[in-house]
């Protein structure tokens, strides 16, 4: 009997914390290698629309955005404008944003540029159209569309 | 002669990495951007004359400043568009009035018969961006759908489970999607 008090006086034993800078680490690595630092910051409110069939963009080196949508400072009125790099564009603008865009990436990676267009949704098409114009003008003719993915369309 | 230096004290690495792990974690943003990816047309060329493309290969989609869809010339519902585009390029019963199909080897798949029907798609300045998205959503999904069929059929699987590239090309090749959006008017703003 006396053997096994012994070892209940013991107690339980200190939780090594050695691991833990380990543990840690492998969370902060996976963090850093998953961050995409965020580089604009938008001026027009988007909230894009819903779509099933989605596909995700690849290669974000190769991609530059667009952004149209209403602006958030409500006293530059609610028409949409168009939000190339940190300011506000006109669509004239839109031409020498790919052509600057495209002198940044490697000759051989070109070809493949996207052009990602962040619109509002309830944006008229009017601009938007414009905008797809300059953009066959100017060559860059891989676009994408951008979507929040949802399960199911509401037909109304 | 070396003196022995004194081991430096670890217990502070897991503050440190603490810090840094908060700081990343306050600045990541983990959204995938995602969307529905498309090929514009390049610019028409002035000089060449419009494409000769028979009526019964164009699927005409018009999208008005109210939203509406003009279908064929006739209104439409947008719950129908996946099905009557679907049946548009199959054209299961070789009717005179949906497109012709040209037989075609292909490899993998051996001799298939590939449409040549078009979906033209136009719409007006006053369209919202919204209603666009969810036809081009519905184009996307009757084109998906019908590479499912295909891909099962051939290779028993949905065409996103196929992944040997030769097998995506074929199906690729087998159906083409055909979408032209048409030359912009400013109609309508």
Redesign the interface.
């Known amino acids: 009997m006396g053997k096994f008090r012994k070892n209940k006086e013991k107690g339980t034993p200190q939780v090594t914390?050695a691991a833990?800078?380990d543990i840690?680490?492998m969370?902060?690595f996976f963090?850093?290698v998953?961050?995409?630092?965020?580089t604009e910051t938008l001026l027009v409110k988007i909230s894009a629309?819903g779509?099933?069939?989605?596909?995700?963009?690849e290669k974000?080196s190769l991609?530059s955005y667009i952004n149209i949508g209403p602006p958030k400072q409500e006293n530059l009125g609610s028409k949409a404008r168009i939000q190339l790099n940190d300011s506000f564009a006109r669509v004239s603008d839109v031409r020498e944003f790919i052509l600057a865009e495209r002198e940044k990436l490697d000759e051989a990676d070109r070809q493949f540029m996207?052009t990602?267009?962040k619109?509002?949704?309830?944006?008229?098409?009017?601009i938007?159209?414009d905008v797809?114009?300059e953009?066959?003008?100017v060559?860059?003719?891989?676009?994408?569309?951008?979507?929040?993915?949802v399960a199911e369309?509401n037909?109304y | 002669m070396a003196r022995k230096v004194p081991e430096i004290n670890g217990g502070s690495m897991a503050d440190i990495a603490f810090l840094l792990l908060i700081f990343f974690l306050v600045t990541t943003t983990m959204d995938i951007d995602k969307g529905i990816t498309r090929r514009l047309p390049p610019p028409p060329d002035p000089n060449a004359e419009p494409p000769d493309i028979k009526e019964r290969n164009i699927f005409t989609i018009l999208v008005n400043k109210n939203d509406r869809l003009l279908i064929n010339g006739e209104p439409g519902q947008l719950r129908n568009l996946r099905s009557e585009v679907k049946n548009f390029i199959k054209n299961p019963y070789n009717q005179e009035d949906l497109p012709e199909k040209k037989m075609e080897q292909i490899e993998y798949l051996g001799e298939v018969s590939v449409s040549k029907g078009i979906i033209s798609l136009k719409n007006d300045r006053g369209t919202s961006y919204d209603m666009y998205i969810r036809v081009q959503n519905e184009l996307a999904a009757a084109f998906r759908e019908l590479k499912d069929e295909l891909a099962k059929q051939e290779f028993g699987m949905k065409y996103e489970e196929l992944s040997r590239k030769e097998y995506i090309k074929a199906i690729d090749k087998a159906i083409p999607v055909a979408i032209s959006e048409a030359e912009p008017e400013n109609v309508g703003d």
């Open positions: 914390t833990l800078p840690i680490f969370l902060l963090f850093m998953s961050t995409v630092m965020r629309p779509a099933t069939e989605v596909q995700k963009l974000k991609v996207t990602a267009l619109i509002d949704q309830d944006t008229k098409m009017g938007v159209t797809k114009q953009l066959r003008q060559g860059a003719f891989k676009i994408n569309y951008n979507t929040r993915q369309i037909y």
